[in-house]
């Protein structure tokens, strides 16, 4: 159970800077650094809080980013629902980043599974605080009284005491020693669909996303960075940036030169009138063939070892037919909608932020390091994030504004264009993929191995700290649910220059595109339909057996297509997550076009069904954009593309039918599986394996823009 504590009045003020009495119930999701605390027996500080004003308003601290999964609604929901409130006078509050909240880092599709539990206990405690005080009043016991919907009701009499009326009460009572959660019978608001409670402000206008934030005294900077991975600048010449009206000053930061002006325009007017010589250091020689050719050469050494089970090598010496294949897969940038910014203002003893970041505790350490102050001297706002992805994670943007603010010694908006965001990114690794498979004389499935060549994100932002496998470089391929009876997964490191980044679904996005396509590769050597022929290989009792089931049977797999189309199958596990997608397919002038996309998931339960499905299409979007187009191409050390010309996402022309079917099982045995990523791994094979059925070629290298498809 998580820790629960009772703060007072006073303490609350002190904590949030809001005022008003009444209920707060601090509650603390685990973490690292609340295990420490508890260790050395100091006081415990909740990570998140509820709180219930003597007018019955209910207010809910998020310590989760929003970046459109819809956390600011699930999360209330499941502490609203075990409450009772009355989820009309339910307000959501963005948290302030401080350790007492645990972690906060939004990513890895873990937000709603690893604060379900923790939030219903909060959730429950209010409420048996409640109806304690409501028994007090009365007099009466405990069993004779029921929350429902913003207060307390004794059952015999009728009589009722708002949440409000009992608010300064239950203040006064104990917590709970034993927290009783709801019976998921019970549940009024988790499983149904709600719709989100940001829209609205989204839709008016009146959301705050990281470049919306105004204040009076603030003032804009454009940074300009080398365009050369690790580059830094030699000389450069701001006369001519500062003899532009509304620039202010030009200060050089570890990141570039910065122009700050009173305004965006004129930033961005004054670092184009910048002359800066640049020393582009070593990168300058990096470019895609040469990382290509590089990857290729890596193969022909040994791996280390993700998974070895019988004996791969002798079971394909002896196989009657044999498969090869190479996969390929690119690096791809995030290209969020909102390119990345922070402000930030910089005063004797302080600093304030505010930035749409999804790692707030990491920006707000590293700022605090930078600045020599101790963290909590760091006030950290989190707004809205204009798309993540993984991308703002990394904390570079935020510390990049708080040297360009300390430098200026004004408070200072870094506002980066599209091209800057494009061009210095964290990219998703590129990756080489060498597949062998083995088939009997009754085509079934007797042996595979698969040689997974691609740069460790880890061992390049903690060098050396991969030994061998880097376990989530093999998401994706070493947990494959298939049962081969001989399956060997190598993995092998390959360093670069670029950096590198979590993309959504991570190394998943392109594991998925080598395996599954692969399988598809072995069904039709087999002669078999890909569908039974994964159902044979996952057996009934694998819980991706009745996922790809019911992909199928929803898509209407094996009935006809008008001409010209045909119908792909792909499935991935990975977050906790099963996913099957059946992609329905056309070849329109020499270019795949993607009609319908049937989707099959299983993340055990579901608290908000309509976010769920919407995860899915975000993810089938994003996946699309990756699919057909996406590719990130290095020259001269400098990434090629820049904008959305050269980088396109997919326009809403394009978009598929996306039906999404959820299979759920009860509350009591199954699990919470994440839904961030999930959904976008199975799509790349479902359209390739699609793609196959229509041309017979084999799509074996991503993107598919120039493939002819």
């Known amino acids: 159970m998580a820790s629960i504590v009772k703060v007072g009045r006073r303490r609350f003020l002190q904590v949030s800077g809001t005022a008003g009495a009444g209920l707060v119930i601090g509650f603390a999701l685990p973490s690292p650094l609340l295990r420490a605390a508890q260790a050395a027996e100091e006081p415990f500080t909740p990570n998140a809080w509820l709180s219930i004003d003597p007018e019955g308003q209910v207010t809910i601290w998020v310590a ?27 307000k959501i509050q963005q948290a302030l980043a401080d350790p007492k909240y645990g972690s906060m880092s939004t990513g890895g599709s873990a937000s709603i599974r690893r604060s379900f539990t923790p939030l219903r206990e909060a959730g429950a405690a209010a409420r048996m605080m409640l109806v304690a005080a409501a028994a007090k009043a009365w007099g009466v016991g405990l069993s004779t009284c029921r929350a429902e919907s913003g207060a307390v009701v004794q059952l015999a009499s009728g009589r009722r005491l708002s949440y409000g009326e009992l608010a300064p009460k239950a203040a006064r009572m104990e917590i709970p020693k034993q927290i009783q959660l709801k019976n998921p019978k019970e549940f009024k608001l988790i499983g149904k669909p709600m719709h989100r409670l940001d829209t609205p402000e989204k839709v008016n206008g009146r959301a705050r996303f990281g470049m919306d934030v105004e204040f ?6 454009a940074v300009a960075r080398c365009p050369v991975f690790g580059g830094k600048i030699k000389r450069f010449d701001a006369a001519k940036a500062k003899a532009l009206p509304g620039v202010v000053k030009v200060v050089e930061v570890p990141t570039g030169v910065a122009v700050v002006a009173k305004d965006t325009w004129s930033a961005f007017q004054g670092r184009d009138a910048l002359q800066v010589e640049w020393d582009e250091g070593p990168a300058a020689r990096t470019d895609s063939a040469g990382l290509w050719a590089m990857l290729h050469e890596k193969a022909k050494g040994e791996g280390a070892t993700a998974r070895n089970e019988g004996d791969a090598l002798a079971a394909l010496k002896a196989a009657a037919k044999r498969v090869q294949a190479q996969y390929e897969a690119p690096f791809l940038a995030h290209a969020t909608m909102e390119p990345m910014n922070a402000t930030v203002r910089v005063e004797k003893g302080g600093c304030e932020i505010w930035a749409p970041t999804q790692a707030p505790q990491w920006a707000q350490g590293e700022v605090a390091r930078l600045l020599g102050l101790a963290p909590e001297k760091v006030v950290f706002h989190t707004t809205l994030l204009g798309g993540g992805f993984g991308r703002r994670a990394m904390p570079d943007f935020v510390v990049e504004a708080a040297e360009v603010a300390r430098a200026a010694g004004v408070p200072v908006k870094v506002a980066w264009s599209r091209e800057d965001d494009m061009r210095h990114d964290f990219y998703r690794p590129m990756s080489l993929h060498l597949m062998e498979g083995g088939l009997d004389g009754r085509g079934k499935l007797t042996a595979c191995t698969h040689r997974l060549v691609a740069p460790s994100i880890s061992d390049q932002m903690n060098p050396g700290s991969v030994k061998g496998v880097d376990q989530a470089a093999v998401d994706g391929a070493a947990n494959i649910l298939y049962a081969i009876p001989n399956l060997r997964v190598e993995y092998v490191m390959a360093r670069t220059p670029v950096p590198l980044g979590w993309w959504r679904s991570v190394y998943a996005s392109q594991n998925a595109f080598a395996t599954e396509c692969f399988i598809d590769e072995l069904a039709s050597a087999a002669g078999r339909d890909p569908v039974e022929f994964r159902l044979e290989l996952l057996g009934a009792s ?19 297509l008008p001409a010209g189309r045909a119908r792909g199958v792909a499935c991935c596990e990975c977050f906790g997550t099963r996913v099957a997608h059946v992609a329905e397919v056309s070849v329109v002038k020499g270019q795949a076009k993607v009609h319908k996309v049937t989707c099959a998931v299983d993340c055990g339960q579901v608290v908000n069904p309509d976010t769920v499905r919407a995860q899915v299409e975000s993810a089938v979007v994003y996946g699309l954009s990756a699919l057909l187009t996406g590719e990130i191409t290095i020259e001269k050390g400098r990434v090629k593309q820049g904008n959305f010309d050269d980088y396109p996402v997919l326009r809403m022309r394009e978009m598929p039918e996306v039906e999404v079917h959820m299979l759920l099982g009860d509350w009591e045995s199954a699990k919470l599986g994440g839904m961030g990523e999930p959904g976008l791994p199975p799509l790349a094979p479902a359209v390739a394996n699609a793609l196959f059925a229509i041309t017979g070629r084999r799509i074996r290298r991503l993107p598919l823009k120039g493939s002819g498809a």
């Not at 009076?216 to 900077?221: C, K, Q, S």
């Not at 694998?542 to 006809?560: D, F, I, N, T, Y």
């Open 64 to 90: 989760k980013s929003e970046m459109g999964q819809g956390v600011l609604t699930s999360l209330p929901m499941i502490v609203a629902d075990e409450l009772e409130a009355d989820w009309g006078r339910v």
């Open 216 to 221: 009076r005294g603030l003032h804009v900077a």
């Open 542 to 560: 694998s819980p991706m057996h009745p996922v790809v089931a019911l992909a199928a049977e929803r898509s209407g797999w094996g009935k006809p």
